[in-house]
């Protein structure tokens, strides 16, 4: 048609360009306008009508992927695929880098026959996923440690850490593109269950359950180190989040038995601009924390609550359901202002970018909460998004 070389010469350049930039940035800049989320799905272990775990036979976990932009209230499910994932280890094994453009995911253990049954085993197993191809799929598949858990991303995209639960140590990845490869290993003489980038990219926290203690790292570049520098934080520390103004970190204690148990625990308040970081408080949330999630507006955290969702049916703490503990952040105090309940064994949790919604997957329901974030309020939007398999971990585009 002659309204195509009716354009006028600037239009026509402007489409030139148009053409040039797409060429050159490829499917990452349709990456860039994405938000994205993406949900871990384990089949592995399950519990019964009583409460006791079983273990099944592989090779049914799922990774569901979904885009959040323009209708975080409805994420809109991209692709569903066929990955190991594991809920044994706290809900963050699995992150996105900071152009949306690929995902890497941990799997911690992997189920392996025993007898006329199956048992669980370290695996050291962590997969690329390229998120801007239509479809999603998988891209590379990277050996870590044993029992990779935690996964962390710089805000600069160029580096992540996993936290290897059964070798004791932090693996250190590279990330240039869409090429991630191991370049170190740091050893932390305990197991280290997740890790937290600081928003400057200059240090991390590592937890360490088994010794109640979170360890400081030091990050120049992509070289990071430990300097044997801990903080005694409570019982069980089994997750961490950085604020997004870097001033502070929470931590979940999970509790004496590393579970639930019937008693309160505690999330610690660690003060990042003290030198050395230091933990300045304790805020009593409630039975077993585990998931962790702070709102990019830095006002909000979530402390998901397991309550004994998943302990025998006849324990004096067994609830049916999980809930959710509600902090407000102001300055350095955070304190508990509401408990919302949500469905069984709530495992991953993570706010829009944008910081209207928050998600939580219940894993022994097999979906999805998503609740509308009001000040300092949860409100249930009554909606309970279906999920591919049963939610073990979850993680939101970090912008």
């Given at each position: 048609m002659r309204v195509t070389l009716a354009l006028a010469r600037p239009a026509r350049r402007l489409c030139r360009i148009a053409v040039i930039v797409a060429a050159v940035l490829g499917p990452t800049a349709i990456a860039a306008e994405a938000q994205l989320m993406i949900v871990g799905n384990d089949e592995k272990i399950t519990w019964d009508e009583n409460g006791k775990a079983v273990n099944r036979p592989p090779g049914k976990d799922t990774i569901d992927i979904f885009d959040l932009k323009g209708t975080p209230a409805s994420p809109k499910l991209l692709a569903t695929l066929d990955l190991e994932n594991s809920i044994v280890g706290p809900p963050v094994n699995l992150a996105i880098t900071p152009d949306d453009a690929i995902a890497i995911i941990a799997n911690s253990l992997d189920s392996v026959k025993d007898g006329e049954g199956w048992k669980t085993v370290p695996d050291n197993k962590l997969y690329v996923v390229d998120l801007t191809t239509n479809p999603p799929q998988r891209i590379a598949t990277i050996e870590v440690g044993k029992q990779p858990s935690g996964v962390a991303i710089s805000r600069k995209g160029d580096l992540a850490l996993v936290a290897n639960r059964a070798d004791n140590s932090i693996s250190v990845l590279a990330i240039e593109g869409k090429e991630v490869k191991v370049i170190d290993t740091v050893p932390m003489g305990d197991s280290v269950a997740a890790v937290a980038i600081t928003p400057d990219g200059k240090h991390a926290l590592a937890v360490k359950p088994t010794v109640n203690r979170v360890a400081l790292l030091d990050i120049d570049g992509q070289k990071v180190t430990y300097g044997k520098y801990d903080m005694i934080v409570g019982n069980f520390p089994y997750n961490?989040?950085?604020?997004?103004?870097?001033?502070?970190?929470?931590?979940?204690?999970?509790?004496?038995?590393?579970?639930?148990?019937?008693?309160?625990?505690?999330?610690?308040?660690?003060?990042?601009?003290?030198?050395?970081?230091?933990?300045?408080?304790?805020?009593?949330?409630?039975?077993?924390?585990?998931?962790?999630?702070?709102?990019?507006?830095?006002?909000?955290?979530?402390?998901?609550?397991?309550?004994?969702?998943?302990?025998?049916?006849?324990?004096?703490?067994?609830?049916?359901?999980?809930?959710?503990?509600?902090?407000?952040i102001s300055g350095k105090k955070v304190t508990k202002v509401s408990e919302v309940e949500v469905g069984g064994l709530a495992e991953g949790i993570g706010f829009s970018p944008d910081g209207k919604y928050l998600y939580v997957g219940n894993f022994l329901d097999g979906d999805m909460s998503i609740l509308k974030v009001d000040g300092t309020k949860l409100v249930e939007t009554g909606k309970r998004m279906k999920l591919s398999g049963h939610p073990a971990s979850l993680r939101v585009s970090p912008r």
């Open positions: 961490v989040a950085i604020a997004p103004g870097g001033k502070i970190a929470l931590v979940n204690n999970n509790g004496a038995n590393g579970s639930a148990d019937g008693n309160v625990d505690t999330d610690a308040v660690i003060d990042l601009e003290a030198s050395p970081p230091r933990v300045i408080d304790f805020v009593v949330v409630g039975d077993g924390p585990e998931g962790l999630a702070i709102s990019p507006k830095g006002n909000l955290a979530a402390s998901l609550l397991l309550r004994g969702s998943n302990a025998d049916h006849k324990a004096f703490f067994y609830h049916k359901n999980s809930a959710i503990a509600v902090l407000r």
